[in-house]
C-alpha cells in the first residue's frame, strides 16, 4: 500500500511538542509507530520559517538545523508558508477573562498558508493516484472539506493523526479513522543527539537537550 504524509507542522508543534523537551522529532518514525505502516513513501511538511526575538534570538537557527534533520530522512519535502503580522484593536481583558470596558491596539501574527497548501497538495495526489492511503497530522477542523472529498469522493483511505488532547469532531467525522499520538511514541521517535547528511553532522540543539 502507497501511503503519503501531509504535516501540519505548526498544528504539531503546539500541540504537544512546545513545552517538552522532546523537539528533535524524526517525524517519519513517528508515522511509522503510531500506524504501524513499515514504509512512508513520502512526508509533506508544512509550515514557515520563524523570525528571532528578544527573548530567543537563536529560534531561526534552531529551526534551520531541524529542518536540515528532516531533510536527511529522504522521504520529507518542506512546503513553505509565511507569516503576517498587522496591528489589531481588540477588547481588553483581565487575566480571568472579564472585560475592562477598553480596547487596546495589539500586534497580531497569524501564520498563513500552510492549510491551504496542505489541502492543495492532498487534492492534487489523490487526483494524481499518488498514494493508497494519506495520514493527515493536525487537529484543524479546517481541513474538514478537503478530508471528505478524498475519503467520499474519491474513495481513498484518509487516516488524521491527532496531535492535541481533544479531536476535532468534524475531521473525526469526515476521515476513514483517526489515531491520537501519544508523548510516549514522541519519546520514542527522537533523533539520536548527533545524525549526518552529506554535508556532514547535525547536532541537536543545545537548549532542546
Request: charged share 20%; net charge positive.
Amino acid at each position: 500500500m502507497s501511503v503519503c504524509a501531509y504535516i501540519d507542522g505548526f498544528n504539531l508543534y503546539y500541540g504537544c511538542l512546545k513545552n517538552s523537551n522532546q523537539k528533535w522529532l524524526n517525524i517519519d518514525h513517528l508515522l511509522k509507530l503510531v500506524t504501524k505502516n513499515n514504509t512512508i513513501d513520502k512526508i509533506y511538511y508544512f509550515t514557515a520559517r520563524v523570525s528571532g526575538t528578544p527573548s530567543e534570538p537563536g529560534k531561526p537557527q534552531r529551526q534551520n538545523i531541524y529542518f536540515r534533520a528532516l531533510m536527511s530522512l529522504g522521504n520529507v519535502e518542506i512546503v513553505y508558508g509565511h507569516f503576517l503580522s498587522h496591528p489589531v484593536t481588540m477588547p481588553e481583558t483581565t487575566p480571568s477573562k472579564q472585560l475592562t470596558g477598553r480596547r487596546v491596539c495589539v500586534l497580531k501574527i497569524e501564520e498563513k498558508g500552510s492549510d491551504v497548501n496542505l489541502a492543495s497538495y492532498l487534492l492534487r495526489d489523490t487526483f494524481n493516484d499518488q498514494f493508497n492511503q494519506a495520514l493527515v497530522l493536525t487537529n484543524d477542523s479546517d481541513l474538514a472539506t478537503p478530508v471528505k472529498m478524498v475519503r467520499d469522493d474519491i474513495g481513498k483511505r484518509v487516516t488524521i493523526l491527532n496531535p492535541h488532547k481533544y479531536p476535532a469532531r468534524k475531521l473525526q467525522q469526515c476521515a476513514t479513522d483517526m489515531k491520537q499520538i501519544r508523548m510516549g511514541a514522541i519519546r520514542a521517535s527522537q533523533f539520536s543527539p548527533v545524525i549526518s547528511d552529506s554535508k556532514g553532522n547535525i547536532r541537536k540543539p543545545a537548549q532542546w537537550n
